[in-house]
């Protein structure tokens, strides 16, 4: 049997991870991979309640340290209930963001906590994916297409476009301290072109 591996999408809110993720796993199933989307905060039953807990209402509902609490309490139980048992039966799981968001948007961009999240992630997950889908592009452009989805999860969006810079540089720093796994990837083109890159580089790992 095949062993199991492990793809995520990054990027700021709005760059196409999600349009990306689905595409990347329909080209999977097509190849004949068993595979298996999913998503953060989310991608099981309890971690699907606390992305509740997370993504709705005021900006300020949480500290900045209990939002990195939550966080890596649904990333663990997302890993525990979704993505191990999948990848112990040898699919390719695709996750729709993991700890680098986390990385990025808690340990850089609102306050300096990386170290807080290192050593929790070091503690409670400490897994890495085999391959990371950097998606990259100007935050404007972003925030609009996010904006207009309406989702009535904006509680991050919300928090506007200086913070997406941020969220954008802490993302290209993040390639350069995971080269191996990261591949950053230009968003701002027709979405079939990207999805085409993406399932290249995937398949040139698969060899
Ligand atoms: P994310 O998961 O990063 O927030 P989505 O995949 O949900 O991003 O995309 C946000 C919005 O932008 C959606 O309405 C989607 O259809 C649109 N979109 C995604 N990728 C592209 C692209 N390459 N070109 C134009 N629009 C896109
Ligand atoms: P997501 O649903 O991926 O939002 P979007 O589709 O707009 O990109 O994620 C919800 C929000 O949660 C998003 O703004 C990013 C944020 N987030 C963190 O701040 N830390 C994390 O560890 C994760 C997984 C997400």
């Given amino acids: 049997m095949r062993r199991g591996m492990f793809i995520t999408f990054e990027g700021i809110d709005g760059s196409g991870k999600s349009s990306q993720a689905q595409l990347l796993t329909d080209t999977l199933k097509t190849l004949g991979h068993d595979t298996l989307r999913t ?8 971690a699907e309640e606390i992305r509740r807990l997370l993504v709705e209402g005021d900006p300020d509902r949480w500290s900045a340290m209990t939002e ?3 966080f890596t309490a649904a ?3 997302h890993l525990e ?8 039966a040898g699919k390719i799981v695709v996750s729709d963001r993991f700890a680098d968001s986390t990385r990025v948007y808690q340990g850089a961009a609102r306050a300096d906590l990386r170290d807080v999240v290192d050593q929790l992630h070091a503690l409670m997950i400490g897994r890495e994916p085999d391959l990371t889908f950097i998606i990259d ?6 925030l609009t297409r996010g904006l207009a ?5 904006d509680r991050f969006e919300e928090l506007g476009l200086e913070f997406q810079e941020k969220l954008r540089t802490g993302f290209l720093a993040l390639a350069k301290d995971f080269p191996d796994r990261c591949h950053v990837i230009n968003g701002a083109r027709d979405m079939d072109v990207i999805a ?6 995937t398949s040139d790992y698969l060899k």
């Fill in 68 to 70: 990195i609490l939550l």
């Fill in 149 to 153: 989805r309406q989702s009535g999860e």
């Fill in 81 to 88: 209930k979704t993505i191990k048992p999948g990848l112990a």
């Fill in 137 to 142: 592009m100007d935050p404007a452009a972003a």
């Fill in 39 to 46: 998503r953060e905060p989310g991608g099981s039953q309890g």
């Fill in 75 to 77: 990333r663990r139980d």
């Fill in 196 to 201: 085409a890159g993406i399932a290249q580089i």
